[in-house]
């Protein structure tokens, strides 16, 4: 009984022996290298988009905390852009641009300038700078919350920018006949910004 014994713990020794010379031999199979990501790419382009900054979120800038009254969505084939009406600090209300262009953000706060009598065409001198044309177009938009717009309908626009493109010149007209509500921005980093998303709907 005790060969016996001897015997299979010899053979399952062999087998053992056999099965990691096997295993070592193997090769292995090499690690999928770790892709790494761009840095600067908004992934999280969302976050200002119609879910979180709409109604009811909170942008903080410049040491002032706005709450959003109401928002534009504005859609012109493939791409998609938003316009959100901020109120806050005891001044008067300003609007608050989103868009991703070639995969970066550009952000952008609005005042109306009702002071201004100008039309779209040629170049415009306002405050001092100058602004050249950069985009004009029609995009069909829907409104959300309190932004003195109907439901939804269709806009005309054009932009200007300035020699250095951080100051910005407006047209828009919400309907045909209407007159132009002219509005000068300036461009804003996405770390000048906190965002406190709005409450989701129907809260």
Do not use: C, N
Request: hydrophobic content about 40%; proline content about 8%.
């Amino acid at each position: 009984m005790g060969e016996l014994l001897i015997i299979v713990a010899i053979v399952l020794l062999v087998a053992a022996v056999g099965v990691a010379v096997i295993a070592f031999r193997r090769p292995k199979t090499p690690k999928a290298p770790v892709q790494r990501q761009d840095p600067l790419k908004f992934g999280e382009m969302p976050r200002f988009g119609p879910r979180e900054l709409g109604p009811g979120a909170i942008v903080s800038h410049g040491g002032v905390d706005y709450v959003v009254r109401g928002s534009v969505t504005l859609r012109q084939g493939p791409f998609v852009w938003w316009e959100h009406l901020l109120e806050g600090g005891g001044g008067e209300p300003l609007w608050f641009s989103v868009e991703e262009d070639e995969g970066r953000l550009e952000l952008a706060t609005w005042t109306r300038r009702s002071d201004l009598r100008l039309e779209p065409g040629g170049e415009h001198l306002v405050d001092g700078v100058r602004f050249r044309e950069s985009e004009r177009g029609r995009a069909s938009y829907t409104t959300e919350g309190t932004t003195g717009l109907p439901a939804g309908g269709d806009v005309d626009f054009v932009d200007y920018a300035g020699d250095d493109e951080t100051l910005l010149l407006g047209f828009e007209r919400w309907a045909d006949g209407m007159p132009w509500e002219i509005s000068l921005g300036r461009t804003v980093l996405p770390g000048e910004l906190t965002v406190y998303p709005a409450p989701p709907a129907g809260t």
